[in-house]
C-alpha cells in the first residue's frame, strides 16, 4: 500500500500566491521525485532530489529533501493559471532496491486568476 | 530527452472482449517498464513491473491472468486487459527507466501520457 502522506489535499489560491505541500515517509527515502499532471496526461518530472538536506529549484519551484530523509516539501512561487494540476511526490521503495515507485496521494492545486 | 509513448490514448470497448496497450521508449532502451493503474481523482498504483526478457511481477491483488504483459523487446511493453468488464475502465499509464546511464539511482522515471479506458 501507499506509504508517502502528502498534503494538503487541495488547495485553491489566488494568481501571485505561493504554494507549499508536503509529503512525509514512516520509512527512509533515497530519492524523492516531485511530478504535475495534467488531466488526461501521465506525470511530468519537476523536480528530482537525491540527498538528504538538498534544496533544487526549477524556475518557480523550489523542492527540498528532508534532514531525516522521511519528508520532502515541494514550493511554487508567485503562482499563475498553468499552474493547475495535481501534483504528486513519489519516491522508490526502498525494499524493492529502489526499482518500484510509490506515490503519494497528490495535491490538487487550482489557481484562480 | 527520453521519451516514452502510449498507445492508444483512449480506447472504448464492449464488455468481454480484450484491450491491448502499448508502451515504447522512443529514445533508449527500456530493460524495465512499469504499469500503473489511476481511478479518478486518485492517485496513481502500481500493476506490475515489466522486465524484458522475462515474467513480469505483478503487485498483490493485480491478477496476471486478466492483466497480460509482454515486455518483448527494449523499447516495446505491452498491457493486455483481457475479457474487460465496466469496473476495468481506467487511465493506465505506463513508465519506463533507461536500461544503462548514470547510476541506478539516477535513471529517472519518463512516463507516458496514459491510456483511458472505458469498458461498456
Known amino acids: 500500500g501507499q506509504q508517502l502522506n502528502q498534503s494538503p489535499q487541495s488547495m485553491f489560491i489566488q494568481e501571485g500566491e505561493d504554494v507549499s505541500m508536503n509529503c512525509t515517509s514512516s520509512s527512509i527515502f533515497n530519492t524523492w521525485l516531485w511530478y504535475k499532471q495534467d488531466p488526461g496526461e501521465g506525470p511530468v518530472l519537476l523536480i528530482a532530489?537525491?540527498?538528504?538536506?538538498e534544496l533544487t529549484s526549477n524556475g518557480r519551484l523550489t523542492a527540498q529533501f528532508g534532514i531525516t530523509r522521511k519528508d520532502s516539501f515541494l514550493n511554487i512561487s508567485a503562482s499563475i493559471p498553468s499552474d493547475v494540476g495535481i501534483y504528486f511526490c513519489?519516491?522508490?521503495?526502498?525494499?524493492?532496491?529502489?526499482?518500484?515507485?510509490?506515490f503519494g496521494e497528490g495535491t490538487q492545486l487550482t489557481v484562480n486568476p | 530527452g527520453a521519451v516514452v509513448s502510449q498507445h492508444p490514448s483512449r480506447v472504448i470497448c464492449k464488455s468481454g472482449t480484450s484491450v491491448k496497450i502499448e508502451c515504447r521508449s522512443l529514445?533508449?532502451?527500456?530493460?524495465?517498464m512499469f504499469w500503473y493503474r489511476q481511478f479518478p481523482k486518485q492517485s496513481l498504483m502500481l500493476m506490475a513491473t515489466s522486465n524484458e526478457g522475462s515474467k513480469a511481477t505483478y503487485e498483490q491483488g493485480v491478477e496476471k491472468d486478466k492483466f497480460l504483459i509482454n515486455h518483448a523487446s527494449l523499447t516495446l511493453s505491452t498491457l493486455t486487459v483481457t475479457s474487460a468488464h465496466p469496473e476495468d475502465s481506467s487511465f493506465y499509464i505506463c513508465?519506463?527507466?533507461?536500461?544503462?546511464?548514470?547510476?541506478?539511482?539516477?535513471?529517472?522515471?519518463?512516463f507516458g501520457s496514459g491510456t483511458r479506458l472505458t469498458v461498456v
Open positions: 529514445d533508449f532502451q527500456a530493460t524495465t
Open positions: 532530489l537525491y540527498k538528504a538536506g
Open positions: 513519489a519516491g522508490p521503495r526502498p525494499e524493492t532496491s529502489g526499482s518500484r515507485l510509490t
Open positions: 513508465s519506463a527507466r533507461p536500461g544503462t546511464g548514470g547510476t541506478v539511482s539516477r535513471r529517472g522515471y519518463t
